[in-house]
């Protein structure tokens, strides 16, 4: 039906940057919105922001100013831009979205498969 599939991630050390993306495949009508959340290991989890389909965006606290979404409408592809990241950014970071999936408003709830990120010296 619709797939999130993601790419990006990996280790950096404290004050890099990483960009993860996610794309959106399948039968789509329109996307409500797109974004991202993490699982820290500590099991703990945190919506990191999203963005609607309108553009607006919201961030966690913890991450304002240091990470970014945005959206590549035609490409149904969301980005997260990671900067100046902290051991304590380090957590497995997964998309998600709500989707229209017709023209009568059936909506589509998913997450993608998910991706580490370690941020570490």
């Known amino acids: 039906q619709v797939q999130l599939v993601q790419s990006g991630g990996g280790l950096v050390e404290p004050g890099g940057s990483l960009r993860l993306s996610c794309a959106a495949s399948?039968?789509?009508?329109?996307?409500?919105?797109m974004g991202w959340y993490r699982q820290t290991p500590e099991n703990e989890r945190e919506e990191v922001g999203r963005v609607t389909g309108a553009g607006a965006t919201t961030y966690a606290d913890s991450v304002k100013g240091r990470f970014t979404i945005t959206t590549d409408i035609s490409q149904k592809t969301v980005f997260l831009q990671m900067n100046s990241l902290k051991p304590e950014d380090t957590a497995v970071y997964h998309c998600?979205?709500?989707?229209?999936?017709?023209?009568?408003?059936?909506?589509?709830?998913?997450w993608g498969q998910g991706t580490q990120v370690t941020v570490s010296s």
């Open positions: 399948g039968s789509i009508f329109s996307i409500n919105w």
């Open positions: 998600y979205a709500q989707i229209t999936i017709d023209s009568f408003g059936s909506k589509w709830h998913g």
